[in-house]
């Protein structure tokens, strides 16, 4: 069970109980800076850094130790992995280059020169009705009247 206990404040006892002797003016200043400082301070110019940081104290040191480790532990782990993801990127990326671009240039040069012979035998046979046709095109049907077994 909590036991709560009300205590004195020994400043103002001791100067209630030396209000026989002559006042110090510099405690009079004392009073009017300490006034001061409280009426100077305003909540809204307080910024989130400073409201966390006086919330400090209430965490324990273990507690701060252990959280800064693991803050530290996420930290090493997330850049490991960041440093990693780009390491494989610049592999892939060249490796598609130096390899997949030239293999695709080819390709479609060869692509090229099949179109292009398509279109030349396809002119040949225009030219000449009569001729063979080129590999792999199929045969021209034949017109007219053909004998059985040909």
Known sequence: MVKIETVADDWESSSSADS?????????ELDNDLELEEDDFDP?????????????????????????????TSKAWATWSANTV????????????LVGLPAMLSIEGEAGIVAQEKEYYASQQQQQP????????????ATGVVP???
Not at 63 to 69: G, I, P, Q
Not at 86 to 97: C, E, N
């Open 20 to 28: 026989a002797i002559a006042e110090d003016p510099s405690d009079d």
């Open 86 to 97: 780009g390491r494989v990127a610049w592999i892939v990326t060249t490796s598609a280059l």
């Open 130 to 141: 009569g001729a063979l046709p080129a590999f792999g095109q199929p045969a021209p049907a």
């Open 44 to 72: 809204s110019k307080e910024t989130l850094a400073d409201r966390l940081y006086a919330l400090r104290d209430i965490v324990p040191p273990s507690t701060r130790k252990s959280l800064r480790e693991s803050w530290h």
């Open 148 to 150: 059985t077994g040909f």
